[in-house]
């Protein structure tokens, strides 16, 4: 290999034949999985060296700096003229060596490897985007690979992936936020059993369903306080816009339009820009205006505190006409988060309600008041679900009747004690 030209002085060579006294000059492998922050240095550490063996594949070695391999040493005294070399004088006795056993390198957590995914789809979204508020043509293949890596990474840990999103930066928000409804959108679409084709098409329908405010000026879009009525209209221009920026793109599955276009309709018909009604809104859509309105208001904004998962689900699900009521089921389903207010059977087999946040946006504090085998009321008792989890939602209705919504608010009005710690969880009776 030759990095400058000079194939005597640049080696590759293996990760494993890495050796004190040799100059790194490159490391070959990904950024995330490099262990060093320089690009080159002197090899002197036996911990390094450790690194390199475990971590990297290859390297390049700068022999006018550092030492090479031994074996090139030794290949190239065998290739002089002279066939015996001078013997060296006796060695002296080695000088006693204490063993350092190297710190393995820990292997990146589900967090971390979901950062770096983040990471580089918020950074492919605003490449994008930037193209199109300068108004060239614009690649959505470049979004594909990140596409295809949030799918995989979902597949396996999608609350890690949405965690990394919640870290919101406001001066990064509209490209964070186009990040996260598509990893949102990915997700429901897998819940609601959608085939790998189609995931693939809500991720990037999500990623690519604001990129009309692009041409909505800036000042409007990031406004820190109430917009004017002319600001509001401006706006909403964004999905008419959004549409006719993709309309020019070749072989854009359709369903990407019509997210880009109706996201913000609504079933009541009350929606923009078509005022579309209940079934004519399309499946794709009705779930992007669910994903695209929980990830914007459990997000901090200039004008704005974020809402609570719980409390943004809650919120959601009291607004009438707004959204598709079995598509938002799904979604509370999807995510595994209740919202407050909600019925739900605890392990132990009480029913209680979602009444504060717990440890975990899955683990709320849960208020339980019922004992289900012997069917009767308890003292109200305030329950950590990271000890007794949440089996399942239950319908109020179901349980207690048309009473259920007086029962409910008078549960939630009163001041309950924690419960006493348990050492052992009580097991579930059937």
């Known amino acids: 290999m030759s990095d400058d030209g000079d194939t005597n002085r640049y080696i590759r060579i293996r990760g494993d034949q890495a050796e004190l006294g040799m100059f790194v000059h490159a490391v070959h492998c990904s950024w995330i999985h490099n262990p060093f922050w320089r690009r080159s240095f002197l090899l002197i550490s036996p911990q390094d060296q450790a690194l390199i063996h475990e ?4 390297i390049t070695i700068d022999l006018a700096k550092g030492r090479g391999l031994k074996v090139m040493a030794m290949a190239d005294s065998r290739d002089r003229d002279d066939p015996a070399p001078p013997a060296e004088p006796p060695a002296a006795a080695p000088e006693p060596v204490v063993a350092i056993r190297p ?11 979901a950062a770096a995914t983040a990471e580089r789809a918020i950074a ?3 490449r994008l985007f930037a193209e199109a508020r300068l108004g060239r043509a614009i690649r959505t293949a470049d979004l594909l690979p990140m596409v ?11 609350a890690a992936l949405i965690a990394v999103t919640r870290l919101k930066d406001k001066d990064q928000y509209t490209y964070i936020h186009s990040v996260a409804v598509g990893t949102l959108m990915m997700g429901l679409a897998r819940h609601l059993g959608m085939d790998d ?5 809500a991720g990037l329908a999500g990623m690519l369903h604001d990129i009309g405010k692009m041409q909505v000026p800036a000042e409007i879009v990031d406004k820190p306080g109430r917009l004017t009525g002319e600001e509001l209209a401006q706006i909403r221009l964004h999905p008419g816009l959004g549409h006719r920026m993709l309309l020019d793109l070749e072989d854009l599955d359709p369903r990407i339009l019509d997210v880009c276009l109706h996201h913000h309709e609504k079933m009541d018909g009350t929606g923009y820009p078509d005022g579309l009604k209940g079934k004519e809104i399309s499946r794709f859509a009705r779930l ?6 929980y990830d914007a208001v459990t997000s901090i904004r200039s004008y704005k505190r974020a809402w609570s998962p719980h409390e943004a689900l809650a919120q959601m699900l009291e607004w009438e006409g707004h959204f598709d009521p079995a598509m938002l089921r799904a979604f509370i389903a ?7 207010g909600a019925l739900v059977r605890l392990h132990s087999n009480r029913l209680g309600i979602v009444v ?3 440890e975990s946006p899955t683990t709320p504090i849960v208020r339980s008041f019922f004992d289900v085998p012997d069917q009767q009321t308890l003292p109200v008792e305030d329950v950590a679900t990271s000890g007794d989890p949440i089996i399942r939602a239950e319908r109020g209705e179901y349980w207690f009747g048309e009473g259920w919504p007086t029962l409910q608010a008078e549960i939630m009005a009163q001041v309950a004690v924690p419960e006493a710690p348990r050492h052992h969880l009580t097991r579930a009776r059937m």
């Not at 084709?197 to 098409?201: A, F, I, N, Y």
């Not at 992007?288 to 309105?293: E, S, W």
């Open 55 to 58: 971590s990297v594949p290859q």
């Open 103 to 113: 710190r393995r390198r820990k292997p990146p957590t589900e967090l971390e490897r």
């Open 197 to 201: 084709d189609d995931v693939r098409v």
């Open 124 to 126: 492919a979204v605003t």
């Open 356 to 358: 504060r946040e717990g």
């Open 288 to 293: 992007a205006a669910v994903c695209d309105v």
């Open 148 to 158: 295809e890596e949030i799918a995989h990474a979902t597949s396996h840990n999608g």
């Open 334 to 340: 999807c995510l595994g988060i209740q919202p407050f």
